[in-house]
């Protein structure tokens, strides 16, 4: 699989709603980014920990984050449950 389409499919974030419903308790520590947070590691692994080797995967990661963050706010504006 190439690079730019395993990144790809990390940028857009899991439903969080459906992340935090699955754990017994609400925590900070649910990441519906998760998929891309290790796919960027394991590109470090698979590169020796060459940064620039794996900036596609950092990107995708930022991009998911600041989608979910979006997502996040909106729906507490709107007045739904975020949780």
Do not use: H
């Not at 499919?9 to 925590?27: G, L």
């Not at 290790?38 to 794996?54: T, V």
């Amino acid at each position: 699989m190439s690079e730019s389409s395993a990144t790809s499919d990390t940028t857009v974030p899991a439903d969080y709603k459906k992340t935090f419903a699955n754990k017994r308790v609400p925590s900070q520590f649910a990441d519906p980014c998760a998929e891309a947070s290790k796919a960027s590691m394991d590109c470090l692994n698979r590169n020796n920990y060459d940064r620039d080797a794996c900036l596609e995967y950092f990107q995708a990661y930022r991009e998911c984050k600041n989608a979910w963050i979006q997502q996040r706010k909106e729906d507490r504006r709107a007045g739904r449950p975020t949780a």
